[in-house]
């Protein structure tokens, strides 16, 4: 009898990581739904289990190690093991966008901190219930390298995602366990909606670029982890419009993601997944 699925997603009471929650969920997944927010955590696994999925709202401060501790040992006594953990998580401050950096608050370094060490912190409670899962992904979600909106510390903790991806890979190497840092583009979080309807310059560049939606992250990782080859991608910085293209996902009302590479940039070489997709493809003779 094939196992349930069992998911973690850090950070899922909204945004990005609500959409994976809320697809990995309508994908069959018992997907635990994380945040620090009662009310939204639980109305996001409420949500989950009335489209057919089965949500398991958990209270996790991902910046409190033994919060982060405690939310595995709840997955290990209850399933005994994972199959997916997504690493989404993050601190985020209004003053991100300030140039030079050192006009704005300081704080904004603490996104090293929820949003790199507490991911590798919950890898390291989940890589042994990975294990036990018989097929295991760690999904890091990060952004493109030079895009150059943001904080420095922003893209020294994605450029850490990255890394910890690919190191993660290697480590994993003899067992049925992947992992991946995936870039998602302009996302339709209830944050850039608001902006895009207040903000001349988000609103146009919805008009240029487009939006994606939360869930097409989530159709992502569920194709990724359904995927017979994905060993190959292992250790791999992956971009969802590229991956949608490659998996044949479309967004909601039929939008394609449009690849930013040629604006900010390529992973790289080393990490860049669709390098390995494309040596893939050549061996096959595609």
């Not at 489209?51 to 290990?76: E, H, P, Y």
Request: with cysteine.
């Amino acid at each position: 009898m094939q196992k349930e699925v069992i998911a973690v997603i850090t950070g899922s009471s909204k945004g990005i990581g609500k959409g994976i929650a809320k697809e990995l969920g309508r994908q069959g997944a018992i997907v635990y739904v994380t945040g620090r927010n009662q009310e939204s955590v639980e109305k996001v696994a409420s949500e989950i289990t009335h489209n057919g999925g089965k949500g398991i709202a958990v209270i996790c401060d991902m910046s409190d190690d033994l919060q982060i501790a405690q939310l595995f040992k709840r997955i290990d006594q209850e399933h005994g093991y994972l199959n997916i953990l997504v690493n989404n998580a993050t601190t985020l401050n209004s003053q991100m966008g300030v140039k030079p950096f050192w006009e704005a608050t300081s704080e904004l370094a603490n996104i090293m901190d929820v949003g790199l060490r507490s991911h590798h912190i919950a890898t390291w409670h989940a890589a042994r219930l990975l294990l036990t899962g018989g097929r295991g992904l760690i999904v890091n979600i990060s952004f493109y390298a030079d895009a150059k909106v943001h904080d420095p510390a922003y893209y020294a903790s994605k450029a850490g995602l990255d890394k910890l991806a690919a190191s993660y890979a290697e480590h994993f190497l003899p067992y049925n366990v992947s992992a991946v840092s995936l870039w998602p583009g302009f996302v339709a979080t209830e944050t850039m909606v608001e902006l895009a309807n207040s903000d001349k310059k988000t609103h146009d560049l919805r008009e240029k670029m487009g939006f994606e939606s939360p869930e097409f992250c989530g159709r992502v990782v569920w194709a990724l982890f359904s995927d017979p080859d994905l060993k190959a991608l292992s250790g791999s910085t992956l971009l969802t419009a590229e991956m949608g293209e490659h998996y044949h996902i479309i967004d909601n009302n039929g939008y394609i993601p449009k690849s930013l590479r040629g604006l900010y940039g390529s992973p790289l070489p080393n990490y860049d997944g669709i390098n390995k997709i494309l040596k893939c493809n050549t061996n096959r003779g595609g």
